[in-house]
């Protein structure tokens, strides 16, 4: 009997010992532990460099993937600073994440293990720094300044990744580009209806010399999209060059030239 109390009395100590060990081990858990695990939600694209912290608040930026961490381009500004509730021990997520040079406010996440919800939200992000992301951008070195936003979106877990449900706007303010002298050749606006891992997509002009048009899909990061560029009435002259870089022409009935833009 004796015997018996003293291995139950060992075997308390060692559960309280493990599961101390295990609460500390959560409790400093290196956010650098996670960067691999979000990475590969972006296939590779995207990279978070610099982690600081915890896992339950710290500190990184997003940046263009590179071959080496340290060669890591910032594609939004300033740093992203998170908290994370413990209560994700228990199933359910409570995120905030900070940052003024580039959210519009504090994005807030909720959800479980399987299911979040962002609610709404703009990230700022200047033009310039599409170029970190390659070709056709490093050719045309845009300039201006973006806003995508949402009012509320959908994410769940799937076996074949992520699923996204809901709608996000793209704003392309007073763009320009290295290839013209014309600035700024126009604002746009392109929307995102997000279904699972597909989004149909628009393009539309807001104002500018250089009008846009067109319509697409997204589907698990490939583009495939069909529109049209040409001249304002008067501009014809000053956008001549860029337009015939951009795609094969097409004369209209009308005697304006339409640039037709197609990536598949």
Known sequence: MLATTKIRVLLLWLSAGLISA??????????SWLVPMIEAQFGGRIAVADAQGTLWQGSAFIGAAASSRDAVTPLLPGRFFWQLSPKLLLGQVELSLINPAALSQPLQVTGNWWQWQLQRCAIALPAERLTALGAPMNTLQPSGNMLLSWSSLQLAHQID????????????????SRLSALKPLGSYRMTFTWHQQQAELSLATISGAMLLDGSGKLTNGHLQFSGNAQAAQGQEENLANLLNLLGQRHPQKNGKTVIALEVT
């Open 22 to 31: 295990l609460l500390t081990l959560l409790a400093f858990l290196p956010s």
């Open 161 to 176: 990744g992520i699923h996204l449900s809901g709608l996000m706007t793209l704003d392309l303010l007073n763009m320009s």
